[in-house]
């Protein structure tokens, strides 16, 4: 149907034939009403504007619906093995970066990667579609780092699990290990933060750890699952 803009300014011409341009190829998939949007006295009228915020409000019910939905459910499995990669990568952050540490390292590593595995496969084939992204964006964080996780002997594999080649970790360079395995935003974070909030949906809610602080700038942590309280500086 032909439009016509006479009395528009260019500006508001060039806006209107843009909006209704792209709204004829597109509305129907969108809104499922291709001859409204292609009408002018809908914009003018303001009808055009009632629809969008109709469509917004009911993006937003469904998001929140879907959110109360997960909310009601709980995946123990996911969360116990979210709550074991937690600690793993943790007690890998507290860890000795040495070379005379290297066989203490890789075992400690060893039991990161068992640990990373078995939540990757869990919270991958959850029923809880907040476990699922998250595992989505670990995996994604991995493949950020396979580079470099490589040359450290660990593998990303096709079913988004990690294998380690001891041979390759042991002769690898100390400070590469401790670059992704030690501090803020190293991969372990990474895990850790990932984990926690893999956790705290699988769980209802709870969270993986609890920490207070005292005026002395040291807190106690307390992991939720077993009530293991460590403290640390």
Do not use: P
């Amino acid at each position: 149907m032909a439009i016509s803009l006479t009395g528009l300014t260019s500006g508001q011409g060039d806006v209107y034939s843009n909006l209704l341009s792209s709204a004829s190829s597109s509305s129907s998939d969108v809104f499922g009403t291709s001859t409204l949007l292609t009408d002018y006295a809908s914009i003018k009228n303001g009808s055009y504007g009632k629809m969008m915020k109709a469509y917004y409000q009911k993006q937003e019910e469904t998001e929140e619906a879907s959110s109360s939905t997960d909310k009601e459910k709980k995946d123990t499995t996911s969360a116990t093995s979210a709550s074991a990669s937690y600690k793993s990568a943790e007690k890998l952050s507290t860890a000795e970066f040495s070379e005379e540490n290297k066989d203490t390292l890789y075992e400690n590593v060893s039991s990161f990667v068992e640990d990373y595995n078995s939540m990757m496969k869990n919270a991958t084939n959850s029923d809880i579609s907040n476990v699922r992204k998250q595992a989505n964006w670990l995996y994604d964080a991995s493949y950020a780092n396979y580079k470099l996780l490589s040359s450290v002997g660990i593998t990303l594999n096709s079913d988004r699990t990690l294998s380690l080649d001891e041979d390759t970790f042991k002769k690898a360079d100390i400070s590469t290990v401790k670059s992704l395995f030690s501090g803020v935003g190293s991969f372990a974070d990474k895990v850790a933060s990932k984990a926690s909030q893999i956790y705290r949906y699988a769980n209802g809610g709870a969270s993986v750890t609890t920490k207070t602080y005292t005026s002395a700038g040291t807190y106690t942590q307390t992991n939720t699952e077993d009530a293991t309280i460590n403290s640390v500086t």
